[in-house]
């Protein structure tokens, strides 16, 4: 394991070598010490399916259904879970990067330790998501998603666009968002309580008290 630390987030991580893993491309009854590279598992359904200190590369996860399970001290990179449905399964001690999740829907997902490093989340439904423990966000494109009743205290959401990203009924008590694009975040205020902001992302959020309160400015 490794620890990362993003601003004052600190993630506890997998370090894997791929000449300890055993190359395979079932994923029937879970994977355990695996690598998976390039695999075509579009559109599977998953029920109970875990994963473990596994590394996959290029795999096509597209349109799947994964509900249950857990994937836990793993790698994921450069994988494609656009349009795919995440549901009560336990994500744990993974790093996940270069990946896409265009569309995706997260229902009841329990976070804890995981890294999403340069991902793709555009179009992302997030429901009732919850952090249990260190959660960060780096250089990843959250635009245009809906995100509601999640509990994601304290995570980082450094440097990603959340562009025409809708909050609703989120905590995010304590989260830093520092350096990320705000312009176009739709969000009532209370949903920001507490979070850490950057100097040049007040005007951003200027406009949010400004049409939460539906003040009338006039130059006139």
């Keep these: 394991m490794r620890t990362t630390a993003i601003g004052d987030v600190k993630v506890l991580l997998p370090d894997l070598d791929p000449d300890d893993l055993d190359t395979t491309t079932d994923l029937d009854d ?11 598992w579009r559109g599977l359904h998953l029920e109970d399916v875990s994963i473990r200190s596994s590394l ?7 349109e799947s259904t994964w509900e249950g399970g857990s994937l836990y001290g793993c790698e994921v990179t450069r994988t494609d879970f656009s349009g795919a449905t995440l549901s ?32 793709r989340l555009d179009y992302a439904t997030l429901q ?18 809906a995100w509601s009743s999640c509990r994601l205290p304290r995570i980082a959401l450094r440097s990603c666009d959340l562009a025409g990203l809708e909050l609703d009924s989120c905590q995010l008590d304590g989260a830093d968002l520092r350096g990320s694009r705000l312009h176009g975040l739709t969000t009532p205020l209370d949903n920001l309580r507490g ?12 406009r949010l008290a400004v049409a939460a309160v539906n003040l009338t400015v006039r130059n006139d």
């Design 88 to 119: 009560g399964i336990a994500i744990e001690r993974c790093a996940i990067t270069g990946s896409r999740f265009t569309g995706t829907r997260f229902a009841n997902v329990r976070l804890k330790d995981v890294l999403f490093d340069g991902c």
């Design 56 to 62: 996959i590369t290029g795999v096509d996860l597209s």
């Design 195 to 206: 979070v850490t902001l950057g100097e040049d992302q007040l005007p951003d959020v200027t």
């Design 30 to 40: 879970g994977l355990t010490e695996a690598l998976v590279e390039g695999a075509a």
């Design 128 to 145: 009732r998501v919850t952090a249990a423990g260190s959660v960060a966000f780096i250089d990843c494109r959250l635009a245009n998603g």
